[in-house]
């Protein structure tokens, strides 16, 4: 197919796609009819592969997308009719070259085929069977002119600030992340640093790759027998599925808070039950990385969000930058709390951790309040990871998996004592951030007495002196530090 012809297709379907989705963008959720919803789905699945992929990666963005909207894309239907098996084999052959002489059988049926890739079963010489994802031949382009089309369309449409979704942003944001999926020696690194290190006793399974037989445009890796999660879901036990929930669970956390690495796509799908009755995680190639520093203040926000804890909570969140440069942080901080409060002291049970998160995230363009794209990476992947633990066991409380799994890695990691660490910084933040507004508001006072200000301005001063110590000194003088600190601030405030 030309560009011309391509760029007439798109210019007749997705200009009511992009305006469509913008109108939908700026209703509340339980006004949109589900007829709607679906079509809005059906759009993007019609528009082949690069809408498909676009369409998933919106529905991370619950800040500017009503949640049934967001919800609805997490589902678009990544299945088509595999290439052209003469195509598909000349591209192996022409990327492998001598590598091809491994190869003793290379099975033309596919055994999956979705919008960017195939996967073959092939035999390898030195004996065993393997499983060879390759991309679909000028899939690549396809998405490149696909990519050029929607950023000149997106220029003819009425341009407005009133509308939450930012059609050049979602382009621009699709772009990169669609250039690391189309980059098989990626996923290959990706997979391989995701396998690294896990417990045997937890019976999960991550591919191994064969280097020799991978290239940009084709990933081969050991082949696992077994059959999709949701399907092998009934002849499990009820301890059984207890048990791989619990696993799935502590490696979903165990790599994030080790390596920094979120699976963007724990789906069912992605996710087998191989002959040994062990959990096979599949499909590496919309992972990403998260700094050490947001890995930490994540660990946070864990924690406070288990332990019921809304200022914890609250100042992670901050810490996050999710609070960062608002104009009033007072009344921002009232409507976060009142939000929290709402959620975290609903029983044990009756709250869904990832609802709250997206909620929150949806309130975000209310608040006025920009949420940063680790945190909807992670929200993301929560909210999945929580349907397939629902697929699993429809009883299995998430909110008791996740603690017992936090408590569990933690310990493994070693991360307690940096998880104490982190606490009392937030702690010692928080205070300073209230007694600065103290003295922000009793200097505005002009009936407040001059040697009552400067009271306040000393306990500030000595508050950030003293608190300046705990980052300074080794950690492990923090202990006396933090009782004369104590001691000192006793002092001051009599």
């Known amino acids: 197919m030309s560009i011309l012809t391509r760029g007439s297709e798109l210019a007749v379907n997705a200009i009511p796609l992009f305006v469509k989705l913008r109108r939908l963008s700026m209703r509340s959720y339980k006004t949109i009819p589900e007829e709607e919803v679906e079509d809005l789905k059906a759009r993007f699945e019609r528009l082949g592969p690069s809408f498909i ?5 919106l529905s991370c963005h619950y800040d500017v997308l009503p949640p049934i909207i967001a919800e609805a894309l997490s589902h678009l239907l990544d299945e088509l009719p595999p290439s052209p098996t003469n195509k598909v084999l000349n591209l192996v052959k022409d990327e492998l070259g001598g590598s091809m002489e491994e190869v003793a059988y290379w099975d033309p049926q596919p055994i999956g085929a ?14 065993p069977v393997a499983a060879m994802k390759i991309l679909r031949p000028g899939v690549e382009q396809v998405i490149d002119e696909d990519i050029r089309i929607m950023r000149f369309l997106i220029k003819r449409l009425p341009d407005t600030q009133s509308f939450p979704i930012d059609l050049k942003d979602m382009v621009d944001e699709f772009s990169t992340n669609i250039i690391k999926e189309l980059d098989l020696l990626r996923e290959l690194a990706c997979m391989r640093k995701y396998g690294e290190g896990l417990p045997v006793e937890w019976e999960v399974k991550v591919p191994k790759g064969y280097p020799s037989l991978c290239t940009k445009n084709i990933l081969t890796m050991t082949f696992h027998n077994g059959q999709r999660l949701d399907r092998a879901v009934p002849a499990l036990s009820r301890f059984r599925r207890r048990f791989l929930a619990l696993s799935l669970t502590k490696t979903y956390l165990y790599k994030f808070l080790k390596d920094g690495m979120v699976h963007s796509d724990p789906h069912f799908g992605n996710i087998l039950i191989d002959d040994d009755g062990h959990l096979v995680l599949l499909d590496y190639g919309a992972t990403c990385f998260l700094s ?22 609250y100042s992670s969140l901050a810490s996050l930058g999710v609070i960062q440069g608002h104009v009033d942080p007072m009344a921002i901080e009232n409507e976060i709390y009142d939000f929290l409060e709402d959620y975290l002291h609903r029983p044990l049970g009756q709250l869904s951790l990832p609802d709250m998160l997206k909620d929150m995230v949806s309130q975000s363009q209310i608040w006025g ?54 606490l009392g910084k937030e702690k010692i933040k928080q205070a300073f951030f209230d007694i600065s507004m103290t003295v922000s508001v009793g ?24 608190g300046a110590g705990f980052w300074i000194l080794p950690q492990g003088a923090h202990f006396y530090w933090f009782a004369l600190w104590m001691l000192m601030c006793a002092f001051i405030v009599r």
């Open 53 to 57: 992929k676009l369409g998933q990666m």
């Open 114 to 127: 979705a919008s960017l890739a195939q996967v073959h079963k092939c035999n390898l010489k030195n004996g």
């Open 292 to 313: 050490e520093k947001i890995r930490h203040k994540s660990m946070l926000l864990f924690w406070g969000l288990l332990r019921r804890d809304i200022s914890l909570v």
């Open 369 to 422: 309040i920009k949420i940063p794209k680790p945190l909807l990476y992670q929200v993301k992947a929560l909210s999945m990871l929580e349907g397939t633990l629902h697929t699993l066991d429809p009883n299995i409380g998430f909110e008791e998996l996740l603690d017992e799994s936090f408590q569990e890695v933690t310990s493994i990691l070693h991360l307690k004592p940096l998880l104490m660490m982190e």
């Open 443 to 466: 200097a505005g006072k002009k009936t407040e007495e001059k040697s009552g200000g400067i009271s306040r301005l000393s306990m500030a001063f000595m508050f950030l002196l003293f």
